[in-house]
């Protein structure tokens, strides 16, 4: 049983609720504060720290590797692929646009593919020609052959360098988040999970258990690959993501990024 204090504070009715403390909600957090300052949000979060993708991946601060773009251009045309390609880009300039790239580790090292059959070289000055509206470069991806035997990759046929990308520290781009939504006036519930929403005409129910729940005028999944649970017509289907961490390699000739087979 809830105090009537709780009540009327932490569980009191918000104008947004935001499922989910990923960079998804974070940054979604930030967007509908800065536009509308007088809305009250909080950011639901089942565990005690952003804990998902966001603290998970690997770091690429990326847009698509060459073979990538083709292979989403086959799949669902350019019109799409750019749109995509084009948000991707503007997010990368709009994290380093709100933070200092030292205080994120932000590195523009330079995304690489390693390619070994001639097909998608055919399709380079399509591709670049495409992305230069985005980039603002001529020459988005490139042929780098000699930097094969620089970076060690000697078995590699073709190596294309891509000089918009680069990688940064997850972690710190959460902690940065975070601390720019507390700026904001973003409230918080880590720790509280949300077993299931009750969506009627004018009000939302957002359930934290049986008899708890907060009440909100709209309601944004950002729960990434559990959002089925909630929008259960919504087919989306979690993949397994997997990282392989090594220990520091000494004299490591490979800077930048690395993809190959379409991003994969
Ligand atoms: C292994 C791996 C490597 C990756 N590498 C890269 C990379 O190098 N570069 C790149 O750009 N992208 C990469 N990605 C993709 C990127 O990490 C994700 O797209 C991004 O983090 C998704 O953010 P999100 O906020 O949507 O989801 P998440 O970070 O997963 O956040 C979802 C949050 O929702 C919370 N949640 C879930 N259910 C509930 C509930 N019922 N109640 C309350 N909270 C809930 C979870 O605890 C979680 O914190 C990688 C992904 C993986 C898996």
């Not at 990538?68 to 799409?80: L, V």
């Not at 070994?116 to 052959?145: C, D, F, R």
């Amino acid at each position: 049983m809830n105090s009537i204090w709780e009540l009327e504070t932490f569980y009191r009715k918000r104008n947004v609720i935001i499922i989910g403390a990923g960079f998804t909600g974070l940054w979604s957090a930030i967007s509908i504060k800065e536009k509308h300052p007088e809305k009250s949000v909080v950011i639901i979060e089942r565990n005690t720290i952003p804990l998902g993708a966001s603290s998970r991946n690997a770091g690429f601060a990326c847009f698509g590797s060459l073979t990538e773009i083709i292979a989403d251009s086959q799949k669902m045309g350019w019109d799409k692929t750019l749109q995509l390609v084009k948000m991707r880009f503007e997010g990368l300039q709009k994290i380093r646009h709100y933070f200092h790239t030292s205080t994120i580790d932000f590195e523009l090292n330079g995304g690489y593919e390693i390619v070994n059959n001639e097909a998608p070289l055919a399709h380079i000055e399509v591709v670049n020609e495409k992305l230069k509206m985005i980039t603002g470069l001529t020459h988005t991806y490139s042929l780098k052959q000699d930097k094969i035997k620089v970076f060690g990759l000697g078995k590699s046929s073709f190596l294309i360098e891509n000089p918009c990308e680069g990688s940064l520290h997850s972690g710190k781009l959460l902690q940065k988040l975070l601390e720019k939504c507390h700026g904001l006036n973003v409230e918080f519930l880590f720790g509280t999970e949300v077993t299931h929403v009750e969506e009627a005409t004018t009000e939302v129910k957002v359930y934290l258990s049986a008899d708890l729940f907060i009440k909100t005028d709209q309601v944004i999944y950002c729960t990434n690959a559990f959002t089925s649970k909630f929008l259960e017509k919504e087919q989306i289907t979690p993949a397994r993501g997997q990282i392989l961490l090594t220990e520091p390699i000494e004299g490591l000739k490979l800077k930048g990024t690395f993809h190959y087979d379409e991003g994969y």
